[in-house]
């Protein structure tokens, strides 16, 4: 108990001073890895956030951020995407960029009127995977449609989608204007289940109180509110609640021995020389071809500060594991019950943990490959996104237990 206490001060004391201290200058200079020449137009942020900037027509660039971890991404048409994990409060000299020319031709530019009819019904698959179906996700358009690269799989049932620049994306109802680098899209339509990755960058249209009200809205139950509160401490009196999910058995399919016995019985009967197998047997052969194991979610809570290896920057997650995640503050909403008939009364999500991940105090985590959400946090995609460095207006205290 004494130990949890000090790695959870420890965790307050770094995000206290971290909101305390200034901002920081990111500078630097993007050249061509193959001429040394420099770039310019090249767009540079930090991942997730709204800190940014544009290199000059010296391919110099120079912007405010906030101390703490971050992924400084570097875009460029042309170029490879170039990445590189930033603690920005420890630079101490400007950053030189080398970015590699792509190795393959990006797909030319197709006029509205050369579009076949299904790039359209494509259009919508991937708004609604890509954006979401929330309330939040209705408000959004996508300003550059025509740089999307949409291919449909009839055969497989898939969609993939690629772009030839940044998703130019506009949030009227949260307030951002987005700039999305996607890196990859899949759709599986049979099962329902999307993934995506890329790094966003966030610009404020106006700053306005009724953002803050419907932002606040969007972070209560989010991942980033539920990764951050677990760091915080906060996890149980925000509303939260964890309990591991493991495979066990499944108690209501027969004994691989018990099925061959019944076959055989069925086998002699056929051939004349055997007893009429009985309703019970009958049912038993009903359950031949149930899953071997079945999830087990556990009754006690999961007690995540025994799990996270804290430190003084953030928190280590190790895989494998997989939670089911409930969040009692706010019902589910209307429209998710309406679309994917689940009637819960608490909003509801699995998390997979696939490998080892590493989770900051801001409520980000990296890599983003690491976890894997299905139910409520999943419905809940771009339009309902929020800067890493988004502040809440209150984060409540848990009572250590």
Same mark, same amino acid.
């Given at each position: 108990?004494?130990?949890?206490?000090?790695?959870?001060?420890?965790?307050?004391?770094?995000?206290?001073?971290?909101?305390?201290?200034?901002?920081?200058?990111?500078?630097?200079?993007?050249?061509?890895?193959?001429?040394?020449?420099?770039?310019?137009?090249?767009?540079?942020?930090?991942?997730?956030?709204?800190?940014?900037?544009?290199?000059?027509?010296?391919?110099?660039?120079?912007?405010?951020?906030?101390?703490?971890?971050?992924?400084?991404?570097?875009?460029?048409?042309?170029?490879?995407?170039?990445?590189?994990?930033?603690?920005?409060?420890?630079?101490?000299?400007?950053?030189?960029?080398? #970015?590699?020319?792509?190795?393959?031709?990006?797909?030319?530019?197709?006029? +509205? /009127?050369? %579009? $076949? !009819?299904?790039?359209?019904? &494509?259009?919508?698959?991937?708004?609604?995977?890509?954006?979401?179906?929330?309330?939040?996700?209705?408000?959004?358009?996508?300003?550059?449609?025509?740089? #999307?690269?949409?291919?449909?799989?009839?055969?497989?049932?898939?969609?993939? +989608? /690629?772009? %030839? $620049? !940044?998703?130019?994306?506009? &949030?009227?109802?949260?307030?951002?204007?987005?700039?999305?680098?996607?890196?990859?899209?899949?759709?599986?339509?049979?099962?329902?289940?999307?993934?995506?990755?890329?790094?966003?960058?966030?610009?404020?249209?106006?700053?306005?109180?009724?953002?803050?009200?419907?932002?606040?809205?969007?972070?209560?139950?989010?991942?980033?509110?539920?990764?951050?509160?677990?760091?915080?401490?906060?996890?149980?009196?925000?509303?939260?609640?964890?309990?591991?999910?493991?495979?066990?058995?499944?108690?209501?399919?027969?004994?691989?021995?018990?099925?061959?016995?019944?076959?055989?019985?069925?086998?002699?009967?056929?051939?004349?020389?055997?007893?009429?197998?009985?309703?019970?047997?009958?049912?038993?052969?009903?359950?031949?071809?149930?899953?071997?194991?079945?999830?087990?979610?556990?009754?006690?809570?999961?007690?995540?500060?025994?799990?996270?290896?804290?430190?003084?920057?953030?928190?280590?997650?190790?895989?494998?594991?997989?939670?089911?995640?409930?969040?009692?503050?706010?019902?589910?909403?209307?429209?998710?019950?309406?679309?994917?008939?689940?009637?819960?009364?608490?909003?509801?999500?699995?998390?997979?943990?696939?490998?080892?991940?590493?989770?900051?105090?801001?409520?980000?985590?990296?890599?983003?490959?690491?976890?894997?959400?299905?139910?409520?946090?999943?419905?809940?995609?771009?339009?309902?996104?929020?800067?890493?460095?988004?502040?809440?207006?209150?984060?409540?205290?848990?009572?250590?237990?």
């Amino acid at each position: 108990m004494i130990l949890r206490l000090c790695l959870m001060a420890l965790i307050c004391l770094w995000v206290s001073e971290t909101q305390a201290q200034r901002s920081v200058t990111v500078s630097g200079t993007v050249v061509d890895n193959e001429n040394g020449e420099a770039l310019p137009g090249v767009n540079v942020f930090l991942n997730n956030t709204s800190f940014k900037g544009q290199t000059d027509l010296d391919g110099r660039f120079q912007f405010s951020a906030g101390p703490g971890n971050f992924e400084l991404i570097v875009h460029q048409q042309g170029y490879r995407t170039y990445l590189l994990p930033l603690k920005t409060d420890t630079l101490k000299a400007p950053l030189r960029i080398d #970015l590699r020319p792509l190795s393959f031709e990006i797909p030319a530019l197709t006029v +509205a /009127s050369e %579009r $076949a !009819p299904e790039w359209y019904d &494509n259009l919508i698959l991937f708004k609604e995977a890509f954006l979401g179906t929330t309330a939040n996700a209705s408000q959004c358009t996508i300003d550059n449609e025509e740089q #999307l690269v949409l291919d449909l799989d009839r055969v497989r049932g898939t969609l993939k +989608a /690629s772009a %030839r $620049a !940044p998703i130019q994306i506009t &949030n009227r109802r949260l307030g951002y204007r987005i700039a999305f680098v996607l890196e990859d899209f899949a759709l599986d339509i049979r099962r329902n289940v999307v993934e995506y990755n890329g790094y966003t960058s966030f610009a404020e249209l106006a700053r306005k109180s009724v953002y803050q009200k419907r932002r606040e809205k969007a972070y209560q139950g989010s991942i980033q509110h539920w990764l951050k509160s677990m760091l915080l401490g906060t996890s149980v009196d925000d509303g939260f609640r964890s309990y591991a999910i493991s495979r066990t058995y499944n108690p209501e399919k027969p004994s691989a021995d018990t099925l061959r016995q019944i076959q055989r019985s069925v086998a002699a009967f056929r051939a004349g020389s055997g007893e009429k197998v009985s309703l019970r047997q009958r049912e038993l052969l009903s359950k031949a071809n149930l899953p071997d194991s079945i999830d087990l979610v556990a009754k006690k809570m999961w007690h995540y500060w025994e799990a996270l290896a804290i430190d003084e920057e953030g928190a280590t997650l190790q895989a494998p594991l997989r939670l089911r995640v409930v969040y009692l503050e706010e019902p589910p909403s209307a429209l998710y019950r309406q679309q994917t008939h689940v009637y819960r009364e608490e909003q509801t999500s699995h998390v997979e943990v696939k490998q080892t991940v590493r989770i900051y105090p801001d409520g980000h985590y990296s890599p983003t490959t690491a976890l894997l959400f299905t139910g409520y946090m999943a419905w809940e995609r771009v339009g309902d996104m929020l800067p890493i460095n988004f502040e809440p207006v209150s984060q409540g205290k848990e009572t250590p237990r």
